[in-house]
């Protein structure tokens, strides 16, 4: 039952109290790490894909941007599985928190601590064990450390290799676009 009042105050009355749900939605994805991980690397590929078309025509026709081209279709198949995981929140525990530590790294501008979080969960740092590991009666000692939380995830199926790969390949490319000190980016 509001007063006659003039259409462009009930406008801006109806935006004020939209504003809070838009605040809750951000909050809602800043607790719930599989959003955040979802709408981040979303996010990466739609700006590479509207960067690959804004590009020039002769560009595009090089053998160059042909091959960004196939990587980024390439990139964005292979991370699929992830997103899948993410929106079923059936993402394991141990490979969730390795990948959310290298989304808060990447948005923070910590490339260089991304690519080691990243390393965490591509090989790990479990003990590499060479040659003849139990050669007599008794236990080596360093055995225990081989423990679950050292092993690496990226050899427990091609799924996941294939999405670690394309996790990498946005975090190179969130690189190459953020204005960041040279010190905080991953030189190769």
């Not at 236990?139 to 450390?145: D, P, T």
Request: proline residues 4%; charged residues 30%; hydrophobic residues 35%.
């Amino acid at each position: 039952t509001r007063k006659k009042e003039d259409p462009q105050t009930i406008a801006m009355d109806d935006k004020k109290k939209q504003k809070p749900k838009q605040n809750e939605q951000d909050e809602d994805t800043s607790n719930d790490p599989h959003k955040r991980i979802y709408k981040y690397f979303k996010g990466l590929l739609r700006q590479w894909e509207e960067e690959l078309a804004l590009r020039p025509e002769a560009v595009k026709r090089t053998a160059a941007g042909k091959t960004e081209v196939k990587t980024h279709k390439q990139c964005r198949d292979y991370i699929r599985p992830l997103f899948k995981l993410c929106k079923s929140r059936k993402l394991e525990q141990s490979m969730l928190d390795h990948i959310i530590k290298i989304v808060d790294f990447c948005q923070a501008g910590e490339f260089v601590r991304a690519h080691d979080a990243y390393i965490d969960v591509a090989i790990g740092r479990a003990a590499w064990p060479i040659g003849v590991t139990m050669v007599g009666i008794h236990a080596r000692s360093g055995r225990a450390k081989i423990e679950s939380a050292n092993v690496a995830h990226v050899m427990n199926s091609e799924l996941q290799r294939k999405f670690l790969t394309s996790v990498k390949r946005l975090m190179t490319y969130a690189q190459n676009k953020s204005s960041v000190a040279p010190s905080k980016k991953v030189m190769n």
